[in-house]
T-cell receptor, first 114, second 111 residues
């Protein structure tokens, strides 16, 4: 059974800092891993998707890396802004079939202070 | 291209009632997933439908059920509502890969 851990649960930083959000998972037999953003009371916005054969993906100020063998992924946010304040969730996806579902961590709630 | 849509946005029910939540996937997507996000519990996988059939189910009681229609839209039904069913219910759709695209959710409140 896949288990996902995101530590710390909450993070508060001043604007402009570079951040690293960590995610670890127990089952390395994944198809891909997605990072999502969730604003309070809202649905999920997909930020980055890394296929199991990839090491990293970049979108603007965001960079996500994946080390499948060690069960780790990191989301790097450059030059953080107050608008980045949200909860960030990582979710590895199992292979198609009975495991074809996303398993979510509890998320990291980020607050960026102006 | 329209994204995943869910209705209603908010739903208020009382204990013992039934709730029906609806989801329309992105055009061309055949799979629909349902997740529950209850306060303090994180996102929990509920159900997965593909091509009209239930393919996988999370650790939820049988009073959580659903179906997928020929047009790939889906309903989630929750019978005999309990207070702890209050949550944000998220629907996601995918093409024939595990990549999932999420809707805005339905907020269910059970009084």
């Amino acid at each position: 059974k896949q288990e996902v851990t995101q530590i710390p649960a909450a993070l508060s930083v001043p604007e402009g800092e570079n951040l690293v959000l960590n995610c670890s998972f127990t089952d390395s037999a994944i198809y891909n891993l997605q990072w999502f953003r969730q604003d309070p009371g809202k649905g999920l916005t997909s930020l980055l998707l890394i296929q199991s054969s990839q090491r990293e993906q970049t979108s603007g100020r965001l960079n996500a890396s994946l080390d499948k063998s060690s069960g780790r992924s990191t989301l790097y946010i450059a030059a953080s802004q107050p608008g980045d304040s949200a909860t960030y969730l990582c979710a590895p996806a199992g292979w198609r079939g009975a495991n074809s579902k996303l398993t979510f961590g509890k998320g990291i709630t980020l607050s960026v202070r102006p | 291209e329209a994204g995943v849509t869910q209705s209603p946005t908010h739903l208020i029910k009382t204990r013992g009632q039934q709730a029906t939540l609806r989801c329309s996937p992105i055009s061309g997507h055949t799979s629909v997933y349902w997740y529950q996000q209850a306060l303090g519990l994180g996102l929990q996988f509920l159900l997965w439908y593909d091509e009209g059939e239930e393919r996988n189910r999370g650790n939820f009681p049988p009073r959580f059920s659903g179906r997928q229609f020929p047009n790939y839209s889906s309903e989630l039904n929750v019978n005999a509502l309990e207070l702890e069913d209050s949550a944000l219910y998220l629907c996601a759709s995918s093409p024939r890969t595990p990549t999932q695209y999420f809707g805005p959710g339905t907020r269910l409140t059970v009084l």
